[in-house]
């Protein structure tokens, strides 16, 4: 019988307090919200995994080309060349050709085991070409398909990568060796294929450590856990985080095959370090340590790749050689021991050396200078993100054999100019080009040519002294019936009244006055006092229109002092409006990019070339002839000795208290630009003769082909005239020169010399 003190308050009944029935209903409550949380986090799990796995939606960098080496008969080539840009290839060279990406040279003879590659126009398979070589030409080509011409897989100049700066490339499962699946599964997780995305018997094994260890020292991660740490977790070692990848793991098994488990972890896993950038995937990774594609790793160099999922740092081939060699040979006899690879190739493996390539300089640092102009001319047709996400391979026309050929130019000019106080700080910029097809070829932005920050060659903006004066002539010259080049202008002092009161001056070079002289003479002297005179004659909006027309797009100020190039640009500023000339009077905006193509070869953007008549073809000839006439008599004549025997056309360029240094120039099949000055605009000692003249004779000597050759337009003719009065001559009188004309433009009184002429002039006077 119940004591009735022992009757329970009415409102603690009321509340269910201390009611069994009560504490029942709220820990069943209590465990449908803890499952129905949980049914949440796994529908929320399985719809990252499901979506995001199923599209692999890896962020792929850009990558950045070269122009290929397109190889025929009859093409100039030295070997010295050939060997060069197969060595910047990567290939090896060996005894027996017989894999992709080896080569033999016996002499004047080579044989090139070319890989496949993915080209813009097409999917070009391997294939094994000879090459005879004499003379510096190309004399035989062989190939077993007999092409007329093969292209070498271009060189990768850079890339353009995610804000992680992780650097992939994809590959399918079907692409890489079956040999190296099996080594990488035996040693990573050899049950891979019977396990459901977690090992319960590792599970226990790690619990047991952890224990023993008093903390959490030990994972048991499969295949698929690591693919699901590295794409989705962070890498921090908690229970709950290390509980969340196991059911994730689970969760992946239910929705992919094991092919694409391990396809994606073959895209996904980290396996070096090129400077910021991180070497992600097999794909890329044979491409960085063997510069080869997947599928021609010999069975040793799998391993290796292999080798390094353990820690790619730790067995970086490069800096710990022994230690990367045992951890292969280890990887070879686990997969022997798992019965995944047989004893004897693994054995023939083992005694093979790592044959990892020579490291070469980061990517992301090789070329800056080019690599900045390709990607602002992107800017004009694609994202930021999409540059850095989608993959696509970018084409471009830079030529490595010319860039090494700049670069190693401007360091000797460099080295040898910094000896001297004044140029301690000495810095250039060079812009190479194609005249007929604006195609830039090489960039150097700084006597640093692997720095990537300030590029003096797109964005260093310097007076450029006496490179604006073809533009002065250009436009005299396009008034053939007032200016020819035998026009006699005054070289005499000369002063203008400026719109503030003060009174402009220039002075020439040597400061002397040179009197009446012919107007070529005048530009291959790069006399001041003519030129100003003869430019504020014709009108300053005039000069400007010209020098706009050139390709300049930049505001100049219509001052007296533009003609003599009181106007800042940059390097390339200045090709653009060389590149004009070098043409034959055609604009043609200069391109760095042939074509971008996306992941499945198809082209997305092509550059075509644009081309727009600007000038005629006469006034143009006129003023190239003036130009060459630099290069033989005037502020370029060191050329004759530096470049015997080729035919140029440029300009020197000098600023006040020699600040900058300036050539610009050009053969028939390569024109150049080059700077030198300091970034304080201090005084270097250099005029553009002494200093950027020499570095640009470097480069024409080592790489131009084809002289100039100005082949006069149908209205041309040729005459003689007095060197000195310009008016018409004879080629056998004194002191004569031949000089081109628009016709009807030529002299029309003539000098008479010699003996026969003298009597018909007699016999003249004597019936007059």
Excluded at 140 to 168: T, W
Excluded at 246 to 256: D, G, N, S, T
Excluded at 421 to 426: Q, V
Excluded at 577 to 585: C, K
Aim: hydrophobic share 40%.
């Amino acid at each position: 019988m119940r004591n009735k003190n022992d009757e329970i308050h009415p409102s603690a009944k009321a509340q269910g307090i201390l009611s069994p029935k009560g504490d029942k209903s709220k820990l069943w409550t209590a465990l449908l919200i803890l499952i129905m949380i949980a049914v949440g986090i796994l529908i929320y799990l399985d719809s990252i995994v499901n979506s995001t796995f199923k599209d692999k939606q890896w962020s792929v960098a850009s990558t950045v080309y070269a122009r290929p080496l397109e190889i025929y008969e009859g093409l100039p080539l030295s070997l010295t060349d050939l060997r060069e840009e197969m060595t910047m290839l990567g290939y090896q060279f060996v005894g027996n050709v017989n894999n992709p990406g080896e080569a033999l040279i016996e002499q004047n003879k080579v044989t090139i085991f070319i890989p496949q590659f993915q080209f813009s126009d097409e999917l070009a398979a391997a294939q094994k070409i000879k090459i005879t070589l004499n003379n510096g030409f190309v004399s035989k080509l062989e190939s077993k398909d007999n092409k007329a011409l093969v292209r070498l897989q271009p060189l990768v100049i850079g890339g353009i990568y995610p804000s992680h700066n992780e650097d992939r490339l994809l590959v399918q499962l079907a692409e890489t060796p079956v040999s190296l699946q099996a080594m990488l599964v035996a040693v990573e997780d050899k049950n891979f294929y019977g396990h459901f995305g977690i090992s319960l018997r590792g599970i226990g094994r790690a619990m047991v450590t952890n224990i023993k260890d008093g903390g959490f020292s030990q994972g048991a991660s499969t295949l698929t856990q690591q693919l699901i740490k590295n794409y989705y977790l962070t890498p921090e070692r908690t229970l709950i985080r290390k509980a969340q990848e196991a059911l994730m793991a689970v969760l992946l098994e239910l929705h992919a095959s094991k092919a694409d488990i391990l396809e994606g972890y073959m895209n996904e896993i980290y396996l070096g370090q090129d400077g910021p950038r991180a070497i992600h995937g097999f794909g890329l990774a044979s491409q960085y340590y063997f510069k080869k594609n997947i599928m021609d790793l010999s069975l040793s160099q799998q391993a290796l790749l292999v080798a390094l999922v353990r820690g790619a740092s730790y067995y970086n081939p490069w800096r710990n050689p022994e230690r990367a060699l045992k951890r292969r040979n280890l990887v070879l006899d686990i997969a022997v021991r798992e019965k995944q690879l047989d004893a004897d190739l693994a054995e023939l493996a083992k005694q093979e050396p790592l044959k990892v390539g020579e490291r070469s300089v980061s990517s992301g640092k090789r070329y800056p200078a080019y690599l900045d102009l390709v990607r602002r001319q992107l800017q004009n047709d694609y994202k930021a993100e999409d540059l850095s996400s989608d993959g696509l391979s970018i084409f471009t026309h830079f030529n490595p054999l010319i860039q090494q050929t700049a670069e190693t130019s401007l360091v000797k000019m460099m080295a040898s100019n910094k000896k001297s106080e004044p140029n301690a700080n000495l810095q250039g910029a060079i812009i190479v080009t194609q005249p007929n097809t604006g195609a830039v070829t090489a960039i150097v932005g700084g006597s640093d040519t692997r720095y990537a920050g300030f590029n003096r060659a797109i964005d260093a903006r310097r007076q450029i002294g006496s490179l604006m004066k073809p533009a002065v002539y250009l436009t005299a010259l396009e008034k053939s019936e007032q200016y020819t080049l035998a026009t006699l202008i005054s070289d005499a002092a000369y002063e203008k009244k400026l719109d503030n009161g003060d009174t402009w001056a220039p002075k020439n070079y040597d400061l002397q006055d040179h009197g009446d002289v012919l107007l070529y003479r005048a530009l291959a002297r790069s006399y001041n006092q003519a030129t100003a005179r003869l430019g504020n004659d014709l009108g300053l909006d005039n000069i400007l229109s010209t020098v706009k027309r050139l390709g300049v797009d930049s505001d100049i100020p219509a001052l007296p002092a533009i003609t003599l190039g009181a106007a800042e640009l940059s390097p390339l500023e200045v090709a653009q409006m060389y590149q004009t000339i070098s043409s034959g009077g055609f604009y043609t905006p200069l391109l760095a990019i042939r074509s971008v193509v996306d992941p499945r070869g198809e082209v997305l953007t092509s550059y075509p070339i644009d081309i727009e008549k600007r000038f005629s073809s006469s006034s143009i000839y006129t003023l190239r002839h003036a130009l060459q006439a630099v290069t033989h008599e005037g502020s370029a004549k060191a050329l004759q000795w530096l470049l015997p025997d080729f035919a140029v056309a440029g300009k020197t360029g000098t600023t006040n208290d020699l600040r900058d240094s300036w050539f610009a120039g050009f053969s028939d099949d390569m024109q150049a630009v080059v700077w030198l000055g300091r970034d304080d605009n201090k005084t270097t000692g250099l005029t553009g003769s002494s200093g950027a003249l020499r570095v640009w004779a470097d480069i024409f000597k080592a790489r131009a082909q084809q002289p100039l050759q100005n082949f006069p337009p149908k209205n041309i003719t040729l005459s003689w005239v007095d060197s000195e009065s310009g008016i018409g001559s004879q080629d056998r009188c004194d002191n004569t020169i031949q000089l081109p004309f628009v016709s009807g433009t030529e002299p029309k009184e003539e000098i008479r010399c010699g003996t026969t002429d003298k009597v018909i002039d007699w016999f003249r006077n004597l019936t007059n």
